[in-house]
C-alpha cells in the first residue's frame, strides 16, 4: 500500500530548518512561510516525489539536515526531513536516482534559507529575504483593469530595506508588455531585480524573482 506524505494538508505555516548536521542541530538558517496558499504550494510538490523509496540509505555524523514543519489544523504537526539534499520518504526510505522535481524543490528551498545575488528565489509573500546587502520582501500582486475594458495588468510590490534601513518600494507591472527588469541602487551599488527571465534566459514568470548585482 503506498503511504502518504501527509496526513492532513489542512496547513497555513510551515517552518523549515537548516541545522550544522545530522548530529549538531545547531539552526544555520531558517525561515517561516505562513498562509495556506503557500504553504500548499509546496505541499503539493513534496506530494508529487514518489513517497514509496526503494533505497535504504545511512549517513555519517556530518551530513547535511533539513527539517520541514508544517503546522496544521487543530495545533498538530508534520514534518519531513532532507538529508544530503535527498527527501525522506514516508517508507524511510529514500528514492534512488535523479528526480526532477526533488531536486528543483531542493534548490527553491536552499534560495529561501540562503538568498543570494544570481539565484532564482521563490515569490512568497511577506517572506523578508535577507541579502549581503539589503533585506527584501515579496509584498504580493494585484489585478488592475481599464474601463471600458481594453487592458489588464498585474502589478507585483516588493520592498527593499538597506542595512540603514531606509525602505524603498518597487512596483513591477505585466500586462500586454512583459515584466522590465527594475535597476535600484543601495549605497553607491548598483542592482537589477528580474522577474520574467535570469540573465542566463531561464524562465522566473511568473512565481520566480532573481536579484543580479551590476557590478558583476
Not at 549517513?59 to 526531513?81: L, M, R
Not at 515569490?123 to 541579502?131: D, G, M
Not at 546587502?133 to 520592498?159: C, K, M
Request: aromatic share 12%; net charge positive.
Amino acid at each position: 500500500m503506498t503511504r502518504l506524505w501527509f496526513n492532513t494538508e489542512e496547513c497555513s505555516a510551515l517552518d523549515i530548518k537548516k541545522y550544522q548536521s545530522i548530529s549538531v542541530h545547531q539552526v544555520v538558517s531558517a525561515v517561516t512561510i505562513n498562509g495556506s496558499k503557500a504553504v500548499k504550494s509546496i505541499m503539493e510538490r513534496i506530494k508529487n516525489i514518489p513517497a514509496d523509496g526503494d533505497m535504504m540509505k545511512s549517513f555519517g555524523p556530518d551530513a547535511e539536515s533539513i527539517d520541514f514543519i508544517f503546522h496544521c489544523a487543530n495545533d498538530t504537526t508534520q514534518k519531513v526531513e532532507i538529508y544530503q539534499k535527498r527527501f525522506k520518504t514516508p517508507s524511510t526510505g529514500f528514492n534512488s536516482g535523479k528526480n526532477e522535481t526533488e531536486s528543483r524543490l531542493y534548490s527553491d528551498i536552499d534560495a529561501l534559507l540562503f538568498p543570494d545575488y544570481e539565484k532564482r528565489i521563490l515569490k512568497i509573500k511577506n517572506l523578508a529575504l535577507k541579502f549581503k546587502d539589503f533585506s527584501l520582501t515579496y509584498l504580493g500582486e494585484t489585478h488592475s483593469e481599464q474601463l471600458p475594458l481594453t487592458a489588464s495588468w498585474t502589478t507585483n510590490r516588493f520592498a527593499i530595506k538597506g542595512n540603514n534601513n531606509n525602505e524603498q518600494i518597487i512596483d513591477i507591472a505585466s500586462g500586454q508588455l512583459l515584466p522590465r527588469p527594475y535597476n535600484f541602487e543601495i549605497g553607491k551599488v548598483g542592482f537589477t531585480l528580474l522577474t520574467y527571465q535570469t540573465e542566463m534566459k531561464d524562465r522566473l514568470y511568473p512565481v520566480y524573482f532573481q536579484v543580479v548585482n551590476r557590478k558583476h
